[in-house]
C-alpha cells in the first residue's frame, strides 16, 4: 500500500508532530471564510504558530471552491511541522471532503511525509475524508529502482473506530486497484484465484475454485475461456459468513455476488476494432476484482449477512479455439444461446454465474457487476454506474449507499419492448440484441441477463464507465479505480 492512515485525538501536541497540518476552509455567500475542523484545535494551532488563518488566506484571495489549496510555511521551534494546507470545502458536503483529501492527498503521494488532517469533524465526513486520502495516494508501478515514498495520514478524530472502517475499505479498494493494475499477461484465471487464496489465507473466507473438466457444465465460461487453453477459465468461490454465526447460517440474509473476471477482451474472432479500444481492456475483471475484494472488507467489518462472491474468470482471446459467430452454447441450467459477436462476451460468463447462483445458492439477494458494454459510458459517463433492475426498494438502496459511499448508481430501464431482440431461431436465446434499429445496448445486454436470475431480487451494475478513469485525477489514477467496492460494502452493511 502507498499509504498509512491512522487515527488521532485532535490535540495540538500531535497535530505538531506530523510534517503538515491540513485544515478545510469554506468561505459563504457574503465572503466570510470558516474553519470546518475541531474549533480549539485550529484555535490552538493559530496561537503556536502565531498566525492568523482568515488574514493568512486573504492574501490568496480564494475562492472557497472544494479543492482549492494553499500552502503556508509555518516554523517553531519544537514542531515538526513546516507547513499548513488550507483547502477549500465549498459547499461543505460529504463530497467536498472527498474532493478536498484528494488534493491533499496528490501533494503528498510518493513521499515519505506525514499529514495531520483535522479538516472534518461530522462521522460521515471523517470517513469519506479518510478514505478519500488513501484514493488519492495511489500509486501502481513495475518500474526497477527506487520505490516511492509512503506517505501517511493522521485524521484528527475521537471517533477512532470510524477510522478503521475507513481503513478496511481502503485496504480493499487499494486490493481491488491493484489487481485490475496487474497486465494481462501476469493477470491469468488461474493467477486471479491464487490471488482469491492469498486474500483469503489466516481469515474466515472460505474459496473454492473449479477449471478443466469440472467447468464442463459452465458452458458460457468454457466456451469464452476455451478460446486461451493454457491456463483456461476459472470459477471461483468465495464465502463470507460472520465469525459467530457459522453454525446458523441458514437464517441470515444471503447475498450473491456476481462478477465478470474477463482478464483480457480482444474480442475474440469479433477482434475489436480500432485495435486501440483494446489497450484498456485489461481492467475488464474489474467486477470479479471488486466482489473479492470487497469480501475482505466483510470479513473485517462482520455485518451479520451470508455473502457469497461468484468471480467468472476467463481471457477472451483470439485463437483457434476461440468460439465462433454462429455457435449455440448450453448454460449452466441448461439454456442454449446462440452466439452472434464473440465481444459480447461477458453477457455469457456472467449468465452462467447468475444461473448456479439462482440454482445453488437460494439467495436472497442477487447482484452482478461487470465491465459490460460501452454504451454505458456514452449515457452516463464516467462517474455514474448503470443500475438495473425491477426492484423499486432495491434501487432507492442502492441509489443511498451509491451517495453515502461516493459510487455513484443510475437506475436505467429493463425496456420490455426490446426484448424480442434476443430471440433466436435456433436456440433459446439470441445473446444480441439483432434488431438494430433498438440500439440500447446496455439495456439490452441487462435484458439477455435478466433470463437467468429467476424470480431472485436481483441488479445489474454495468461498470464499464467507472471502473477506469483515462486521466490521473482526483480519487482516480489513470486506470483502475476499484468502482464497487465502497458502493457494495456499504449497500450491505445498511443491510444489517
Ligand atoms: N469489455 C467490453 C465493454 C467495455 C468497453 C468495457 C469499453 C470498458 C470499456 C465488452 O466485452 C464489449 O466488448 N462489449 C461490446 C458489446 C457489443 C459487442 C454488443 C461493446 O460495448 O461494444
Ligand atoms: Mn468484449
Ligand atoms: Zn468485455
Known amino acids: 500500500m502507498f499509504w498509512t ?19 478545510a476552509f469554506a468561505k459563504d455567500s457574503a465572503g466570510v471564510i470558516s474553519f470546518s475542523g475541531p ?14 488563518l482568515v488574514d493568512e488566506l486573504s492574501f490568496f484571495s480564494p475562492t472557497g471552491k472544494a479543492g482549492e489549496l494553499f500552502e503556508i510555511p509555518v516554523s517553531s521551534q519544537d514542531a515538526q511541522t513546516d507547513r499548513i494546507f488550507l ?14 483529501a484528494t488534493t491533499i492527498a496528490r501533494k503528498v503521494r510518493g513521499k515519505n511525509t506525514t499529514v495531520y488532517s483535522a479538516c472534518a469533524i461530522d462521522s460521515k465526513d471523517v470517513k469519506a475524508h479518510a478514505i478519500a486520502l488513501t484514493l488519492g495516494a495511489y500509486l501502481w508501478s513495475l518500474k526497477t529502482g527506487e520505490p516511492a515514498g509512503k506517505p501517511t495520514f493522521i485524521v484528527a478524530t475521537n471517533d477512532k473506530e470510524v477510522i478503521n472502517v475507513a481503513i478496511t475499505i481502503s485496504k480493499a479498494i487499494t ?59 476459472r470459477f471461483i468461490e468465495v464465502g463470507y459468513v460472520p465469525a459467530k454465526k457459522k453454525n446458523a447460517i441458514n437464517a441470515l440474509p444471503h447475498v450473491v455476488l456476481v462478477g465478470k473476471g474477463i482478464t ?18 485489461k481492467s475488464d475483471m474489474t467486477g470479479a476484482a471488486v466482489i473479492l475484494a470487497t469480501l475482505t472488507a466483510l470479513e473485517e467489518l462482520q455485518p451479520n449477512i451470508r455473502v457469497t462472491a461468484l468471480m467468472m474468470c476467463a481471457e477472451n482471446a483470439f485463437s483457434g479455439s476461440a468460439q465462433r459467430p454462429s455457435d449455440v452454447i448450453t448454460h449452466y441450467g441448461g ?40 454504451a454505458i459510458t456514452l449515457g452516463l459517463g464516467k462517474q455514474y454506474a448503470g443500475m438495473y433492475t425491477r426492484d423499486e426498494q432495491l434501487a432507492r438502496d442502492f441509489e443511498t449507499a451509491g451517495l453515502e459511499s461516493g459510487d455513484r448508481v443510475w437506475h436505467m430501464p429493463l425496456i420490455d419492448d426490446y426484448k ?28 439477455f441477463l435478466e433470463h437467468f436470475v429467476g424470480n431472485r431480487r436481483w441488479v445489474h451494475l454495468d461498470i464499464a464507465g467507472t471502473a477506469r478513469s483515462e486521466s490521473d485525477a482526483g480519487e482516480n489514477p489513470k486506470g483502475g479505480t476499484g468502482y464497487g467496492v465502497r458502493l457494495l460494502t456499504q449497500w450491505i452493511m445498511n443491510l444489517k
Open 175 to 233: 486490493r481491488a486497484r491493484d489487481l485490475v493494475h496487474t497486465p494481462s499477461n501476469i493477470k491469468t484465471p488461474a493467477w486471479m484465484a491464487t490471488k482469491a487464496q492469498e486474500f483469503a489465507k489466516g481469515t474466515g473466507l472460505t474459496v473454492k475454485v473449479l477449471a478443466g473438466k469440472d467447468l464442463k457444465e459452465f458452458g458460457g465460461l468454457s466456451a469464452v475461456g476455451n478460446s486461451s487453453r493454457k491456463p483456461g477459465p
Open 5 to 23: 492512515l491512522k487515527a488521532a485525538k485532535p490535540q495540538l501536541s500531535l497535530a505538531t508532530s506530523a510534517d503538515s497540518i491540513a485544515l
Open 264 to 281: 483480457y477482451d480482444t474480442g475474440g474472432i469479433n477482434l475489436k476494432r480500432p485495435y486501440d479500444l483494446m489497450i484498456p481492456m
Open 335 to 374: 439454456t442454449t444461446v446462440e452466439v452472434i459477436d464473440t465481444d459480447a462476451e461477458g453477457r455469457l460468463v456472467l449468465a452462467d454465474g447468475l444461473a448456479y447462483a439462482d440454482i445453488n445458492l437460494d439467495p436472497d439477494y442477487l447482484v452482478d457487476i461487470a465491465t459490460l458494454t460501452g
Open 420 to 447: 424480442d431482440a434476443l430471440e433466436s431461431d435456433i436456440a433459446d436465446f439470441n445473446h444480441l440484441a439483432k434488431i438494430a434499429k433498438y440500439q440500447a445496448k446496455s439495456v439490452t445486454a441487462a435484458l
Open 39 to 52: 474549533e480549539t484545535l485550529i484555535k490552538d494551532i493559530e496561537k503556536y504558530f502565531e498566525i492568523n
Open 87 to 100: 483547502v477549500g470545502i465549498g459547499d461543505s458536503s460529504t463530497a467536498a471532503f472527498r474532493v478536498a
